[in-house]
């Protein structure tokens, strides 16, 4: 497999030169296998029309907790280039790679973003490494500014398996940044239209950190206290979740788009306060369908910054 910083040499090193053809030698537009419908979603902005985009996980499909099907081997035993996220989101792709035979290129988006961690941890992480960092939130792209991250590295691969077209990817990602950007500005003006004392967030798990902390929100926790949404849900933890709820002043509790609300409304009635949930739950893990709120990164986010605004100003 190859990493992104080894193909940041292998670009720096092609520049000028002659690139020849096209991923497969035929000139033929890159075969690209994304895992989550994030990376896909990323490869098309930073591809455009000119690669084709097989992507494993369908909206509203949980990443933590899949099981590759025939199609899926199938389409990574002929791809050119696998993005997949990385710290430990896509825990069954690493069997999916042995049995399919993929010989292509990898890239792993979490490559250069700084990976959060649990506060008992107890150790100092910079970045996540090829596949793992498997106690880190892999939640990454909840912060526009790792979004650049991840879309930088996509056009890196892209610029690998076929640099005849690098210079068209390269002004695709400056168009894609510049939007990233203009993200982030719109969703920091909203977040500071609520008052201070109720920036507070409830959801599903804990899978907005890195949107808390760039935002500055306070995260009172989450009903499933793991990143993991596997994770096994105790009745200990139910308690403390309501207590924190009441004792904090939270007005509300936020619902996931791929996780079921009832634990959530159970919670929201025990502890007195608003769910969020239906057509306004969050995107946390997963992407919308296509004519949803949620059907693109950039309007997935918006969504989720909206409805996290209008429920607690």
């Known amino acids: 497999m190859v990493t992104v910083a080894a193909l940041a040499a292998v670009l720096a090193g092609c520049g000028g030169s002659d690139a020849g053809e096209g991923a497969g030698g035929d000139g033929a537009a890159p075969r690209v296998v994304a895992t989550t419908t994030y990376a896909a979603d990323f490869a098309r902005a930073v591809?455009?029309?000119?690669?084709?985009?097989?992507?494993?996980?369908?909206?509203?499909?949980?990443?933590?907790?899949?099981?590759p099907s025939p199609a899926?081997?199938?389409a990574l035993a002929e791809a050119d280039l696998l993005i997949e996220n990385g710290v430990g989101l896509e825990s069954w792709l690493d069997d999916a790679i042995s049995a399919s035979g993929f010989h292509g290129t990898e890239i792993v988006m979490a490559?250069?973003?700084?990976?959060?961690?649990?506060?008992?941890?107890?150790?100092?992480?910079?970045?996540?490494?090829?596949?793992?960092?498997?106690?880190?939130?892999?939640?990454?792209?909840?912060?526009?500014?790792?979004?650049?991250?991840?879309?930088?590295?996509?056009?890196?691969?892209?610029?690998?398996?076929?640099?005849?077209?690098?210079?068209e990817y390269q002004a695709n990602l400056d168009s894609y940044s510049a939007e990233l950007d203009e993200l982030d500005r719109y969703t920091e003006q909203q977040i500071n239209t609520i008052p201070s004392d109720r920036r507070k967030l409830v959801t599903n798990h804990d899978s907005f950190g890195y949107y808390v902390e760039r935002y500055?929100?306070?995260?009172?926790?989450?009903?499933?206290?793991?990143?993991?949404?596997?994770?096994e849900l105790s009745g200990r933890a139910i308690d403390d979740i309501v207590e924190k709820i009441r004792s904090s002043g939270t007005v509300a509790v936020f619902s996931e788009s791929s996780l079921?609300?009832?634990?959530?409304?159970?919670?929201?009635?025990?502890?007195?306060?608003?769910?969020?949930?239906?057509?306004?739950?969050l995107y946390a893990d997963t992407l919308g369908p296509a004519g949803s709120a949620g059907a693109t990164y950039l309007t997935a986010e918006r969504h989720?910054?909206?409805?996290?605004?209008?429920?607690l100003r």
């Not at 989720?304 to 429920?311: E, L, Q, Y």
């Open 47 to 67: 591809g455009g029309d000119g690669v084709q985009v097989t992507q494993i996980l369908r909206p509203g499909v949980d990443p933590h907790d899949y099981e």
């Open 111 to 167: 490559d250069r973003v700084t990976i959060r961690h649990h506060e008992d941890d107890g150790a100092e992480h910079d970045e996540s490494d090829e596949h793992g960092d498997e106690d880190g939130d892999p939640h990454i792209w909840h912060d526009p500014r790792n979004a650049k991250v991840m879309a930088t590295n996509i056009q890196i691969g892209l610029a690998t398996v076929d640099p005849e077209s690098a210079a």
């Open 72 to 74: 899926d081997l199938e």
């Open 260 to 281: 079921p609300p009832r634990t959530a409304q159970t919670i929201g009635s025990e502890a007195g306060v608003r769910v969020v949930a239906g057509e306004e739950a």
């Open 216 to 231: 500055g929100l306070e995260f009172v926790g989450s009903i499933i206290p793991s990143f993991d949404t596997a994770a």
């Open 304 to 311: 989720n910054t909206d409805t996290i605004v209008g429920a």
